[in-house]
């Protein structure tokens, strides 16, 4: 079983920056770099939805397009660890960010290509 951890959500202001961490452990867990890595997130009364996604080198990156060009996705294989880097935070990114790990070859950005999903970290943009 793999266990992802989020964190680094919170309240900000609109045109604030944030940064969420997501740590990978357990005991099947042998190697980050097995897994494509993938955020995503979901706002009250919404469905879950693409956020980012980096391939298992960290070579390749996918966005969805109201993010593109505010956040960045990155990963440090040596940590097990993948990052999300928002700026310019505006309101309608207020949502629970969720992390998530695929055995894919690609990066996917349909939940369902998805393995292991985090509990989720909330993120609440202030107008």
């Known amino acids: 079983q793999v266990q992802l951890a989020e964190s680094g959500g919170g309240l900000v202001q609109a045109g604030a920056s944030l940064r969420l961490s997501c740590a990978a452990s357990?005991?099947?867990?042998?190697?980050?770099?097995?897994?494509?890595m993938g955020w995503f997130r979901q706002a009250p009364g919404k469905e879950r939805e693409f956020v980012a996604a980096?391939?298992?080198?960290?070579?390749?990156?996918a966005y969805a397009d109201s993010m593109k060009g505010r956040f960045t996705i990155s990963r440090d294989n040596a940590k097990n660890t993948v990052y999300l880097q928002m700026n310019s935070l505006k309101p309608e990114d207020t949502a629970v960010y969720y992390c998530?790990?695929?055995?894919?070859?690609?990066?996917?950005?349909?939940?369902?290509?998805?393995?292991?999903w985090g509990q989720g970290t909330q993120v609440t943009v202030s107008s």
């Open positions: 357990g005991r099947t867990f042998s190697s980050s770099s097995i897994y494509v």
């Open positions: 980096i391939s298992r080198s960290g070579s390749s990156t």
């Open positions: 998530a790990a695929g055995r894919i070859m690609s990066v996917g950005r349909r939940s369902n290509e998805y393995d292991y």
